[in-house]
Structure formats: structure tokens, C-alpha cells
């Protein structure tokens, strides 16, 4: 395993680039967790950096020695240097530089047939900009059997540090179009015979009381703004999740994951 000793190395200087979403073709996976995650999937690992005390179990060789069937540029750096790249305040001595999985319309479409067959719902997250709320959502998200999520234009980076630790590994496996156009979506919904829903305060009709046998897009907007007039407009169906009068409203993440397992339970 090779040493780095200074932090001002070429490659610690890209892992910052990653980490501070400076580089758009690779990410910044941190933690034992997320890093066996990457392990087990399908991105390819660029680049792995350890502090000496990470090998010290049987548990963290065996994955080091997982990595190392994925990638050559494996560094050993001292643990000063370390918490210098690290993203958290804790960090558990591992991280990896992998490539970003590809995202897109044509990503989606191609996992579209298969994934209806097991769970007929695509989620549509519009201007979602808390990267720890997007990682819940998804995680949830894959929980449930939903293969594919949209993110308009503005939303958080599904693959930055916070987002990826929030998902624990489902950003690996989920399939993304990215950047996307509200309305450019809602047109794709219709020509897939997607039925478009929403969340909305105003609906008269529950979570409880929609179809979810019908392959649907499930829309949900910004945490602070929900989604504008002009785009509810826009959308076919709404619903609402019934709350007690004095609760004003849910935080976005836990929403997502009532209307997910209800659409499931329903759809099974």
C-alpha cells in the first residue's frame, strides 16, 4: 500500500474537488457503511484513502482487500491528513473516489419496462434542496421498490457527501434523470401513461382514497414551497395526508415515506 505524507498531493487535492462537488464525474464516498456499499455495486473505484488505524480489525482488511480487487490506487494517509479530506466531524478512516453512475432521461427509460413489473411508480422530486431530507427519501424510496427518481433543475446533487450518507448505498442502485424541466417531465409522464400526483394542503382526497394500481408519477415539492399554483395546475390528481388540526405540516422526508408504503400496501 503506498503512503501519502503531504497533504498538498495531487490526489488529495482532486478527492477535495470531489468532496466540494468541483469534479462532476466522480464522488466522494465516505464511512465502513457507504464504502462497502460502493464495494458491492457496480461503480468503479478510482482511488481509496485509509488512515492506519482503519485496518486494524478483520472486518475493515477484509474490505480493504475487496477494494483492492477494484483498484490499484489504494494510500495509506495519516490520520492529520485525513480528517483534512474527511467530510465528517467523526470520521471512521475510509474513503473512496468512485465514478458517478450515469443519469438521464435514456436511464430511466431503460430500467422503465422492468422495474413496472415489480412497483408501477416513478417519484418526481421538485427543487428538493436539503441533501440530508433528499438521502432519507431515497432510501426509502428503494425500500419500497420504486426503481427510478426525477430531480428538476435546483434540487440537491443526489450524489453529494450528505445525500449519499442519508441514502446508505440506494443512490448506487437507483436509476436518476437529473436536472430535468418540470413540464418537460409531466409531458414524458403522458406519453409513458404515467398518472401524475401530487401532495397538496388544499386536496380533498386522502392518500387512502387514491388508485394506486394505475402506473403513476408522484410529485413532491420543495420543502419550503411546496409545489407553485401553475404547477399543480399541471397535474392530473392530488392527495392529502390527513393530519390533527393543530399540526401544520410534516417534514418532507417522512411525508414521502407515508405516501410510498400506502401506494405500496395498496398496489401489492
Known amino acids: 500500500m503506498l503512503k501519502i505524507t503531504s497533504r498538498d498531493n495531487p490526489k488529495l487535492k482532486f478527492a477535495r474537488k470531489v468532496r466540494d462537488g468541483?469534479?462532476?464525474?466522480?464522488?466522494?464516498?465516505?464511512?465502513?457503511?457507504?464504502?462497502?456499499?460502493?464495494v458491492k455495486s457496480d461503480l468503479q473505484i478510482l482511488e481509496c484513502f485509509l488512515t492506519e488505524d482503519f485496518q486494524q480489525?478483520?472486518?475493515?482488511?477484509?474490505?480493504?482487500?475487496?477494494?483492492?480487487?477494484?483498484?490499484?490506487?489504494?494510500?495509506?494517509?495519516?490520520?492529520?491528513?485525513?480528517?483534512?479530506?474527511?467530510?465528517?466531524?467523526?470520521?471512521?478512516?475510509?474513503?473512496?473516489?468512485?465514478?458517478?453512475?450515469?443519469?438521464?432521461?435514456?436511464?430511466?427509460e431503460k430500467a422503465f419496462n422492468g422495474s413496472f413489473e415489480k412497483f408501477p411508480l416513478i417519484v418526481l422530486l421538485h427543487q428538493i434542496n436539503n441533501p440530508?431530507?433528499?438521502?432519507?427519501?431515497?432510501?426509502?424510496?428503494?425500500?419500497?421498490?420504486?426503481?427510478?427518481?426525477?430531480?428538476?433543475?435546483?434540487?440537491?446533487?443526489?450524489f453529494s457527501p450528505k445525500a449519499l450518507r442519508g441514502a446508505m448505498g440506494a443512490s448506487f442502485r437507483l436509476k436518476f434523470w437529473t436536472n430535468a424541466g418540470f413540464r418537460e417531465i409531466l409531458d414524458w409522464s403522458t406519453d409513458k401513461n404515467l398518472t401524475s400526483i401530487c401532495a397538496d394542503i388544499n386536496s380533498e382526497k386522502s392518500l387512502w382514497e387514491v388508485d394506486w394500481k394505475k402506473p403513476r408519477l408522484l410529485i413532491f415539492g420543495s420543502e419550503a414551497y411546496g409545489l407553485s399554483a401553475e404547477?399543480?395546475?399541471?397535474?392530473?390528481?392530488?392527495?392529502?395526508?390527513p393530519m390533527e388540526t393543530e399540526v401544520e405540516s410534516l417534514n418532507l422526508a417522512v411525508s414521502c415515506g407515508i405516501v410510498l408504503y400506502e401506494a405500496r400496501r395498496n398496489w401489492l
Open 22 to 38: 468541483r469534479e462532476k464525474g466522480a464522488v466522494f464516498v465516505e464511512g465502513f457503511r457507504l464504502a462497502e456499499e460502493a
Open 231 to 241: 404547477e399543480r395546475s399541471l397535474v392530473e390528481e392530488s392527495l392529502i395526508i
Open 57 to 108: 480489525n478483520e472486518r475493515s482488511r477484509e474490505l480493504i482487500a475487496e477494494i483492492n480487487q477494484k483498484t490499484q490506487n489504494t494510500f495509506q494517509i495519516p490520520a492529520q491528513i485525513f480528517n483534512s479530506l474527511s467530510d465528517t466531524q467523526n470520521s471512521q478512516g475510509i474513503i473512496l473516489i468512485c465514478e458517478k453512475p450515469e443519469t438521464g432521461k435514456e436511464i430511466v
Open 132 to 158: 440530508s431530507n433528499l438521502g432519507a427519501i431515497l432510501r426509502t424510496a428503494e425500500a419500497v421498490g420504486v426503481s427510478s427518481v426525477i430531480l428538476t433543475k435546483n434540487s440537491a446533487d443526489v
